[in-house]
Nanobody, 125 residues
């Protein structure tokens, strides 16, 4: 079992920044690939970014490339999502998810077995 807890969400003006954290427990963190997904009201949960077990490989959805950065600190069992130049369309509940290392930095939701409860990000215009 893996427990994931997101933090760092909040209200920010357009152009601002936030850093989300995903803290994991319950299983050796370095065996897990981690992804970030987001869900806006009335919409599906969509992929944002992912990182493989070592942090060497990352992958982003096109709309956040150059603005968001995913990273991990295996010594702290934590993955981060640094979000810069935020836009109102980034408003959503952000979820982190964990899956087996062999899937790598996957955008595929079904590759993730464990999910956090989410953290709200609201970007005002």
């Amino acid at each position: 079992q893996v427990q994931l807890v997101e933090s760092g969400g909040g209200l920010v003006q357009a152009g601002g920044s936030l850093r989300l954290s995903c803290a994991a427990s319950g299983r050796t963190f370095s065996t897990l690939a981690i992804g970030w997904f987001r869900q806006a009201p009335g919409k599906e949960r969509n992929f944002v970014a992912a990182i493989n077990w070592s942090g060497v490989s990352t992958y982003y959805v096109g709309s956040v490339k150059g603005r968001f950065t995913i990273s991990r600190d295996n010594a702290k069992n934590t993955v981060y999502l640094q979000m810069n130049s935020l836009k109102p369309e980034d408003t959503a509940v952000y979820y982190c998810a964990a899956g087996p290392a062999h899937y790598g930095a996957s955008y595929y939701r079904d590759h993730y077995n464990y999910w956090g409860q989410g953290t709200q990000v609201t970007v005002s215009s």
